[in-house]
């Protein structure tokens, strides 16, 4: 079954600490991940894709084929990441270009 | 460019009436699709086209629901006989893509925000 988990419905940390999100994901094939962001009232964005491997607002996420991972990561959490986190994958190459979503995760980060 | 409109934001409506959403997507785009998000979940895919060719469809997407896009540009989302269960943020998305595995990230919109009294 094609399926993406977030095991955490929240993640609470402290400014300055570091944060990671996880994503596993259960798919046949090669797909492609994404984590989109959703700050208050604004609708979601795209903050990372897998195919990039860029760094964007200090976010990095890392496939991890072997334990079908896409794990989000940041060194040094800001108050202003505070928001809710998707990760989607897409079958791209297969062609299907859905996303499947995962149920996301809010990350709240406190002075 | 805006970006991914959607029209209404919000529609409240009496179990059993027919609703209409708009989705404009971004010019250049050829591929639209359409979501449904409910409390604590993210988007589940509802359907997909590719410039006026509707290609793929959900399971969740029964008969009650239809989706056009007749020039390949906006599209419509109607739901038939509304149910307390619709009720959901309707949300909708734009790529370009050209080919078999080529395809840009989608580009959301607000969504429309759906309630069945």
């Given at each position: 079954?094609?399926?993406?988990?977030q095991p955490?419905?929240?993640?609470?940390?402290?400014k300055?600490?570091p944060?990671?999100?996880?994503?596993n994901y259960?798919y046949?094939?090669?797909?492609e991940l994404?984590?989109?962001?959703?700050?208050?009232r604004?609708?979601l964005q795209?903050?990372?894709r897998?195919?990039?491997?860029?760094s964007i607002?200090?976010?990095?996420?890392?496939?991890?084929?072997?334990e079908?991972?896409?794990h989000?990561k940041?060194?040094f959490?800001q108050e202003?990441?505070s928001?809710?986190?998707?990760?989607?994958?897409?079958?791209?190459?297969?062609?299907t270009?859905?996303y499947?979503f995962?149920?996301?995760?809010?990350l709240?980060v406190?002075? | 460019?805006?970006?991914?409109?959607q029209?209404?934001?919000?529609?409240?409506?009496?179990r059993?009436?027919?609703?209409?959403f708009?989705c404009?997507?971004?010019?250049?785009?050829?591929?639209?699709?359409?979501?449904?998000?409910?409390l604590?979940?993210g988007?589940?895919?509802l359907?997909?086209f590719q410039n006026?060719a509707?290609?793929?469809k959900?399971r969740?997407?029964?008969?009650r629901?239809?989706?056009e896009r007749?020039?390949?540009?906006?599209?419509?989302l109607?739901?038939?006989?509304?149910?307390?269960g619709?009720?959901a943020m309707?949300?909708c998305a734009s790529?370009l893509?050209?080919?078999?595995?080529?395809n840009?990230?989608?580009?959301?919109g607000?969504?429309?925000?759906l309630s069945?009294l």
């Open positions: 079954a094609q399926r993406v988990t955490e419905k929240l993640l609470s940390v402290f300055g600490a944060v990671e999100l996880k994503c259960s046949s094939g090669s797909p994404f984590w989109y962001v959703q700050y208050s604004q609708r795209l903050l990372l897998h195919i990039s491997r860029e607002k200090g976010f990095t996420a890392d496939l991890n084929k072997g079908t991972s896409f989000l940041k060194p959490a202003e990441d928001a809710m986190y998707y990760c989607a994958l897409s079958g791209g190459a297969s062609g270009y859905k499947i995962g149920t996301g995760t809010r709240k406190l002075a | 460019d805006t970006g991914v409109s029209d209404p934001r919000h529609k409240i409506t009496k059993g009436q027919n609703v209409t708009r404009d997507p971004i010019s250049e785009h050829n591929r639209l699709y359409w979501y449904r998000q409910t604590g979940q988007p589940e895919f359907t997909y006026e509707q290609l793929e959900s969740l997407l029964s008969d629901f239809s989706a007749p020039k390949g540009s906006f599209s419509t109607e739901i038939q006989r509304t149910e307390q619709d009720s309707y949300l790529s893509g050209f080919g078999t595995g080529s840009q990230p989608q580009h959301f607000d969504g429309t925000r069945i």
